[in-house]
């Protein structure tokens, strides 16, 4: 495969650039779902999507930074952000479509992967903006509610987002219990539950 100079790729983000970019990340989430982390390297990503290993190198310049862009983009294709209009169904969705990711292997994956603590501070890193970029990402539905009036102005956003989904992670890092169909609607109704309780109180 002929190498392009990094000005001709940004020229044309929609051509070969994007095809490459996309089968790289493809097969970065490939080997997480099947080899693990541990076992991910640029070289095996860079085989297994057909491209040159310096082309991914000169991209992202790191395994850290592949492995994050991989999941962040597999993550916000496989968990999108609802806006029903509503705090409880947008609360709902969202924690089904979680769900629902972690049901497939590369959301087991990303979820035991992100689990483990790592001695690399590169890894930490890339952890850390990985889970900040989805509480971001995430974080609209309870902005929205407290713009509507559905939520109290002083909702921790972070708490109320780990309170829905550490219950789905830790099942599906554990595995010691399955993820019943309703419970992405009994998490949200406990998490609106408490929410108006400490409202009332």
Same mark, same amino acid.
């Given at each position: #495969?002929?190498?392009?100079?990094?000005?001709? +790729?940004?020229?044309?983000?929609?051509? !070969?650039? *994007?095809?490459?970019?996309?089968a790289?990340?493809? *097969?970065? #989430?490939?080997?997480?779902?099947?080899?693990? +982390?541990?076992?991910?390297?640029? &070289?095996?990503?860079?085989? !297994?999507? =057909?491209v040159?290993?310096?082309?991914?190198?000169?991209r992202?310049?790191?395994?850290?930074?592949?492995?994050?862009? *991989? #999941? $962040?983009?597999?993550?916000?294709a496989? +968990?999108?952000?609802?806006?029903?209009?509503?705090?409880r169904?947008? $609360?709902? &969705?969202?924690?089904?479509?979680?769900?629902?990711?972690? &049901?497939?292997?590369?959301?087991?994956?990303? *979820?035991?992967? &992100?689990a483990?603590?790592?001695?690399?501070?590169?890894?930490a890193?890339?952890?850390?903006?990985?889970?900040?970029s989805?509480?971001?990402?995430?974080?609209?539905?309870?902005?929205?509610?407290?713009?509507?009036?559905?939520?109290?102005?002083?909702t921790?956003?972070?708490?109320?987002?780990e309170? $829905?989904?550490s219950?789905?992670?830790?099942?599906?890092?554990? =595995?010691?219990?399955? +993820?019943?169909?309703? $419970?992405?609607?009994?998490?949200?109704?406990?998490?609106?539950?408490?929410?108006?309780?400490?409202t009332?109180?």
């Open positions: #495969m002929t190498e392009e100079e990094p000005e001709a +790729i940004r020229r044309r983000p929609g051509g !070969r650039a *994007a095809r490459v970019r996309q790289v990340l493809t *097969a970065a #989430m490939e080997v997480l779902a099947e080899e693990g +982390i541990a076992r991910l390297t640029i &070289a095996g990503v860079a085989a !297994r999507a =057909g040159n290993e310096t082309t991914v190198y000169r992202w310049g790191t395994r850290e930074k592949l492995v994050l862009d *991989a #999941m $962040l983009a597999g993550s916000s496989g +968990i999108p952000v609802p806006d029903t209009g509503a705090v169904t947008d $609360l709902a &969705a969202f924690a089904r479509a979680l769900a629902e990711y972690l &049901a497939t292997p590369t959301g087991r994956s990303v *979820a035991r992967a &992100a483990l603590s790592s001695d690399d501070p590169d890894l890193e890339a952890w850390q903006t990985f889970w900040q989805r509480l971001d990402q995430a974080g609209v539905i309870v902005t929205r509610a407290v713009e509507r009036g559905e939520l109290p102005a002083d921790d956003t972070a708490l109320v987002l309170l $829905l989904c219950p789905l992670q830790t099942r599906a890092v554990l =595995g010691h219990r399955p +993820i019943e169909p309703d $419970l992405p609607e009994r998490l949200t109704s406990l998490v609106l539950d408490g929410l108006r309780a400490r009332d109180g």
